[in-house]
């Protein structure tokens, strides 16, 4: 099945600072690619998504990259906020878009520093 | 609309007990599913269901039945709790491929395990 690692496990970055977060996937099947953010005691709430066909997306401040070749993507936050600090998951699904499932990686706590 | 609902919000059980999780979204939502979440791990889907009537496995099944006997309801079964079942436990769901793949969540279950 899929495999999904996520790196770092924790990145710390100064308030108006970038943050890139980094996964790799193991099928080449995988078709979509979700990230989640997560605060603490609160649900996983989807912030950016992208497709297989489509090499980057942007919404203002956060943007995603894929790379099918390497079988990779990435999560960039520019211009960090101190509500930025969650914990964020990237996940893949092979099938009809993530609708039947998605594997996540283990998840970024991430930390801005004021 | 109330989104994706879950009881109860935590839950102690005794080694071999039995209970329900329950799951419920009002928005007409084709694809459900049910993923626990512990420390460091992520998030590893359990089961899933793409319509009434119709559920599958996921990564990590055993120790759980689901049934799908309704477009709205999607209940978890713990048929003889374990320890290694204690987990936050979310439910969510997603209108269909072609339409939008965005997964939402619920609040959670806290299950604890004695």
């Known amino acids: 099945g899929e495999n999904v690692e996520q790196h770092p496990s924790t990145l710390s970055v100064q308030e108006g600072d970038s943050a890139v977060i980094k996964c790799t996937y193991s099928?080449?099947?995988?078709?979509?690619f979700p990230w989640y953010k997560q605060e603490l005691g609160k649900r996983p709430q989807l912030i950016i998504d992208?497709?297989?066909?489509?090499g980057e997306k942007k919404d203002q401040r956060i943007a995603v990259t894929l790379n099918k070749t390497a079988k990779h993507f990435s999560l960039h936050i520019t211009e960090t906020q101190p509500e930025d600090s969650a914990v964020y998951f990237c996940?893949?699904?092979?099938?009809?878009?993530?609708?039947?499932?998605?594997?996540f990686g283990k998840g970024t706590h991430l930390i801005i520093q004021p | 609309n109330a989104g994706v609902t879950q009881t109860p919000k935590f839950q102690v059980l005794k080694t071999g007990q039995s209970m329900t999780l329950q799951c419920a979204q009002d928005?007409?939502?084709?694809?459900m599913s049910w993923y626990r979440q512990d420390p460091g791990m992520g998030l590893r889907l359990i089961h899933y269901?793409?319509?009434?009537?119709?559920?599958d496995q996921g990564e990590v099944p055993n120790g759980y039945n689901v049934s799908r006997s309704t477009t709205e309801d999607f209940p978890l079964r713990l048929l003889s709790a374990a320890p290694s079942q204690t987990s936050v436990y979310f439910c969510?769901?997603?209108?269909?491929?072609?339409?939008?793949?965005?997964?939402?969540f619920g609040p959670g279950t806290r299950l604890t395990v004695l």
């Open positions: 269901s793409v319509g009434a009537g119709i559920t």
């Open positions: 969510a769901s997603s209108p269909g491929a072609g339409i939008t793949d965005t997964q939402y």
């Open positions: 996940a893949a699904s092979t099938l009809r878009g993530g609708a039947d499932g998605l594997t």
């Open positions: 992208i497709r297989s066909n489509v």
């Open positions: 099928d080449s099947a995988s078709n979509y």
């Open positions: 928005m007409n939502h084709e694809y």
